[in-house]
């Protein structure tokens, strides 16, 4: 049968001869390769000093986005919450009162906004759920640490700063 | 006379074990850098400038560790096991002749710790005890990994000691002495006996690296079938004193090495540099030399560790009976061909 791309490699299936039953040839082959390298450059990024360059569409931490005069975009109306694959994301929603107009963009506003950064898959559903563009995975790496009640991260460590205007 | 000759040795083999153990400290250094740099990486490089105290934090982590002694053990052995190890690759170093005698104040100091007039025998018998140490350590841990191990260790070790007993009487024929401090006099200046023992020399290397168990025929610590080998049930710093003795088992091979074919302290022009500098520096001068010899040798056990896949326990066999044997005894033929021809010429 004609094969379909021509990549296909028949391999020899021989038994060894002399030399390469002696191994020494090849293992000084290889011992050439590896010498070569000791030469090369070296791919080590020394990561706390320098970082590595991330990708324009890189998803690391969320922030919560606020509008051209500093007040929250997000709703809350759930749909990262129901996007999310991995169930990382609650909320609980509160109306906004009189006075709080500077501070949150729309009638309803999310009171409490937890992402849970141990289930997280960052796979940035909520990002293209969102019809606020309110959550973004724009942030650095989350960082380690010791508790697993520390990687839920609530609204003080999600929204972002509020504009020095 | 005699105080000033036991203060002379004891002097000496706390020169010697010093150095020892520096060079096995800093050996796990360089074959974690050496890997790095082989693979394109950088290796340790927090501990101090460059990882220089990475041994350091290696041996207290070492230390600190919890040490795990299993309950179904025979304890005495479990302990005694790598003592043994550790010991017997610290007493080979005593026949190796670390340079010319040195001249302090009228007094002519050797660099030898013993010249035993049968130092390769001696050299022999105590790499053959170091796979004890493996046996007993393998045995005393109840642990069917540790046991295949120190198995594989002890056939492994009966395996090469005859190609490496075989290529060095090649040698005892072209040098015509036991003697570790006669052969590396004889290979004065240049006159090294790689240059009449190429074959030999092959073959030693080829066996060194088992009896060292070092890779490609590390298979009694082989970790993807055996976990961790004999020291599968070792933990802190007994798990250390085997992991050190490996390292020294390698100073020793190389030093052994260097001496028996490379020249020992002896490197070209070594008269002119000992009458320019005296009795006493142009001796150390050939220590160093000795030195910069085992480190390269240090240096391509790592190389060959980081390149040569392990092999299979078949293929080991095969090796060491099938090939480098009959390479050895045809190695003691034609040696005792040439040896008789340039007699009757």
Redesign the interface.
Same mark, same amino acid.
Not at chain 1, 21 to 24: A, D
Not at chain 1, 40 to 44: A, G, L, R, Y
């Given at each position: 049968m004609e094969p379909l791309s021509n990549r296909k490699k028949v391999l020899e299936q021989k038994p060894m001869d002399f030399w390469e039953?002696?191994?020494?040839p090849a293992?000084f082959q290889? %011992?050439g390769?590896?010498?070569r390298? %000791?030469f090369?450059?070296?791919?080590?990024i020394f990561y706390p000093e320098v970082e590595r360059e991330f990708s324009e569409n890189w998803r690391g931490m969320h922030s919560l986005k606020r509008d051209e005069q500093g007040r929250e975009r997000c709703t809350a109306c759930g749909l990262c919450a129901l996007s999310c694959p991995a169930e990382a994301i609650t909320m609980i929603a509160a109306e906004r009162q009189k006075g709080e107009e500077e501070l949150y963009r729309e009638e309803k506003y999310a009171a409490v906004y937890e992402i849970n950064m141990l289930r997280c898959i960052f796979c940035g559903l909520c990002e293209e759920a969102c019809p606020k563009e309110a959550i973004y995975l724009d942030g650095p790496i989350v960082p380690a640490d010791y508790l697993r009640k520390d990687f839920i991260y609530g609204k003080d460590k999600l929204v972002e700063e509020p504009f020095n205007v | 006379m005699e105080l000033a000759f036991i203060i002379e040795k004891f002097a000496l083999v706390t020169v010697i074990f010093l150095i020892s153990l520096t060079v096995a400290a800093y050996s796990t250094l360089a074959e974690r850098k050496i890997a790095g740099?082989?693979?394109?990486?950088?290796g340790p490089n927090r501990a101090g400038p460059g990882g220089m105290f990475q041994p350091l934090a290696d041996g207290l982590k070492m230390f600190f560790k919890e040490e795990i002694i299993p309950t179904d053990s025979s304890k005495a052995l479990f302990i005694l096991g790598p003592s043994l190890a550790l010991l017997t690759s610290l007493i080979g170093s005593a026949v190796i002749p670390w340079g010319e005698s040195i001249q302090i104040a009228d007094r002519l100091v050797s660099l030898q710790i013993a010249d035993v007039n049968v130092g390769i025998l001696y050299i022999f018998g105590v790499v053959s005890l170091g796979v004890y140490g493996i046996m007993i350590g393998g045995w005393a841990s109840n642990n069917k990994f540790s046991l295949m191990g120190a198995i594989r260790a002890a056939s492994q070790s009966i395996s090469y000691e005859i190609p490496m007993g075989l290529s060095i009487i090649a040698l005892l024929m072209a040098t015509n002495t036991l003697s570790m401090k006669e052969i590396a006099e004889q290979q004065h200046g240049m006159n090294w006996n790689i240059f009449y023992q190429p074959l030999g020399f092959?073959i030693f290397l080829v066996c060194s690296f088992a009896e060292t168990n070092r890779t490609p025929f590390d298979l009694p610590e082989c970790e993807t079938e055996l976990v961790g080998g004999y020291h599968t049930e070792y933990s802190g710093f007994k798990m250390g004193a085997f992991m050190f003795a490996e390292y020294l088992n390698m100073f020793l091979a190389s030093a052994v090495m260097s001496t028996l074919y490379f020249g020992g302290y002896n490197y070209p022009g070594m008269d002119w540099v000992n009458s320019m500098l005296g009795p006493l520096f142009g001796p150390l001068i050939g220590m160093g030399v000795l030195l910069v010899k085992i480190f390269a040798f240090i240096f391509f056990f790592m $190389?060959?560790r $980081?390149?040569?896949p392990r092999f299979r326990y078949d293929q080991l066999m095969n090796?060491g009976w099938k090939?480098l044997i009959p390479l050895a005894i045809a190695n003691i033929v034609i040696t005792g061909i040439v040896i008789t021809i340039f007699d009757k010429l």
């Open positions: 039953r002696l191994y020494l293992i290889g %011992m390769v590896t010498f390298h %000791m090369k450059k070296k791919e080590t | 740099y082989l693979q394109d990486r950088v092959i $190389w060959v $980081w390149t040569v090796l090939v």
